[in-house]
């Protein structure tokens, strides 16, 4: 916790508080630049360490850092510019003091993933003067340059000792594949289709530039100097992001692809649209983005895993087999028990045929252990099928660990098995490569739950839900928002999340038992006892000895407020034994 000036500003939890102690709402670009200045002792930072900090993969241009110095200025009310000061000679300071308050530690944090980058329009450069140097440079080297050089020195002289030993691609690896996003064309003949599409454009960038394996580029868009809108090819990239918006009476629409910049071919192509009268625009923005960057982020890391296989595996799944992953993953995300048999039974006899398939084993071990969340096996099932699973996930994440559907049936795995701390860790590597994945995010909501941090679980089930990506994982993680509400004791704001899931996918018994804690707890006792109806209807024999969730590796917190919520179910009907 760092305080200054009479302001809160909570590095675990991504929070600026005022000197009321209410939340500020900050972008999460502007908050890792208040932070920055919080943590830097008073020094001057030049504006290229700020921008190499706050955008390290992304070429943008120094419009995106002035935004955030605005917007930090009208955060901490500094009108006069006193706080946030451009120093003499360039580059910004913090003039307050700043004191360091008790740190609060964990035994594992994940990175704040429910805090999506929000890029909002790029604004018009300020006059500011030439960067100043470091008061610590030396020689024109700043201490820290000075010690990188050093070490460099000993990794060459390393190096140069272990050339003849290693291998040539170990020593020069080839750089990352450098993609442009190009400014998304206004279609729309709307009066708000510019601003709309410059805020998709800077969304959509700043996701991509999230992704580990690749480099982004932003082209500055000719509209932000005035002059008509166009999208010129961009220097040195390998792939460019194309898009079009439109607007009609019912929707917003965006079309965008992946093309190959060399010979322009098209490698993918995806739309997404959503309802033009949702009173939420930045809702609207985060669901256009997400919709189309969740399917081209996949399609990249595909098309990235394929061109770094030594040769044409036969793990690389087409044609039927493609088919059969697909259902395989639909089955997962809404899952009935004769859907969960027909997709095994799909996957085993393609996996007869073709038994060194990656990804074909890799989707029945994923399926399967939503089987076993189930309780679809016996138990003596259930622990073979554990062994096998973890068996083919390890060996296929040595093979592809980047691929993001290993990533994520791995990361299904740990959750499974209630290794969550490790499961937060997969998880979040999956993100690295889909920063969209409403799957992942409810599985890094589901740890997050199970170690006791309801308030940050609810709000990674949110995040899913303003991505609302794949819609075919929607119900997870609005179930997901209920029963976290219901540990925290809010029995009425539970409701609707699980209402909405049950709208979704209706034949889960546990989604009716916690709509009927939340009926319970919200004093509508009838309509408690019918939902408790449904649930033992759809899951005969389960008793408040059976419906617990697992407790192995779960926080003290969390097995505090669970039976809290099991004797509601109990209240609302459910048998005690």
Not at 11 to 22: C, I, K, S, T, Y
Not at 142 to 162: D, H, K, N, T, Y
Not at 338 to 358: C, H, I, W, Y
């Amino acid at each position: 916790m760092l305080r200054f000036a009479g302001f809160e500003l909570d590095q675990q939890r991504a929070e600026l508080r005022g000197p009321d102690g209410v939340a500020i709402k900050l972008r999460p670009k502007t908050f890792e630049m208040l932070r920055l200045f919080a943590t830097s002792g008073g020094r001057i930072l030049s504006k290229q360490a700020l921008m190499e900090a706050i955008w390290p993969n992304v070429h943008v241009g120094e419009d995106n850092l002035f935004q955030c110095i605005r917007e930090l200025r009208t955060a901490l009310g500094d009108d006069r510019r006193e706080l946030i000061k451009l120093a003499s000679g360039g580059g910004y300071l913090l003039t307050a003091e700043v004191e360091a308050g008790p740190e609060v530690t964990a035994h594992t944090e994940a990175p704040p993933l429910t805090r999506a980058v929000e890029a909002g329009p790029a604004a018009p450069a300020e006059d500011v003067p030439i960067q100043a140097r470091s008061q610590r440079a030396i020689f024109g080297f700043s201490r820290r340059a000075m010690i990188a050089a050093v070490v460099g020195l000993g990794v060459i002289a390393g190096l140069a000792v272990a050339a003849p030993v290693l291998k040539p691609d170990l020593l020069f690896r080839r750089t990352p594949p450098v993609i442009a996003v190009m400014p998304i064309v206004d279609a729309s003949n709307d009066s708000r289709g510019a601003m709309m599409a410059a805020e998709v454009t800077g969304r959509l960038t700043d996701g991509f530039a999230k992704i580990q394996n690749i480099s982004v580029v932003a082209p500055r868009s000719a509209a932000l100097v005035g002059v008509e809108h166009t999208a010129a090819p961009a220097a040195s990239s390998d792939y460019e992001i194309r898009g079009e918006l439109q607007h009609s009476d019912q929707s917003w629409t965006l079309r965008a692809r992946i093309i190959k910049a060399g010979t322009g071919e098209v490698q993918s192509v995806v739309v997404a649209s959503v309802n033009a009268d949702e009173a939420d625009v930045q809702l609207q923005q985060s669901r256009l983005v997400a919709g189309v960057g969740h399917v081209l982020a996949r399609r990249l890391n595909d098309m990235l895993e394929r061109s770094a296989a030594p040769s044409p595996a036969r793990g690389s799944s087409a044609g039927g087999d493609k088919v059969a992953v697909e259902q395989a993953l639909a089955s997962i995300n809404q899952t009935t028990r004769e859907r969960f048999g027909a997709a095994q039974s799909m996957l085993e006899k393609a996996l007869t045929e073709d038994p060194d398939n990656v990804d074909l084993a890799v989707a029945l071990a994923s399926l399967q252990m939503r089987g076993i969340q189930m309780v679809w096996f016996s138990p003596d099932e259930a622990v073979a099928v554990e062994a096998k699973a973890s068996a083919t996930l390890k060996q296929a994440l040595r093979s592809k660990p980047n691929s993001i559907p290993v990533l994520e049936a791995y990361c299904r795995f740990l959750s499974v098995t209630n290794h969550f701390v490790e499961s937060l860790v997969t998880c979040a590597k999956a993100l690295s490569f889909d920063p969209w994945n409403g799957a992942a995010l409810y599985l890094i909501g589901l740890g997050q739950i199970y170690v006791g941090r309801f308030d940050d679980a609810l709000a990674t089930f949110r995040q899913a839900d303003r991505y609302d990506t794949p819609p075919a994982s929607r119900w997870t993680w609005l179930l997901g928002a209920g029963w976290a509400n219901l540990l925290m004791g809010r029995g009425e704001e539970a409701v609707p999340w699980l209402q909405r899931s049950i709208a979704i996918t209706p034949a889960s018994g546990r989604s009716h038992m916690l709509l009927a804690a939340g009926y319970q707890r919200s004093g509508r006792f009838e309509e408690a006892r019918t939902a408790m109806q449904e649930g033992l209807r759809l899951r005969p024999g389960t008793t408040a000895l059976n419906v617990s969730p697992p407790s192995r590796n779960a926080s003290s917190v969390f097995l505090e407020a669970s039976p809290r919520v099991v004797q509601s179910m109990v209240d609302a009907g459910l048998p005690a034994h």
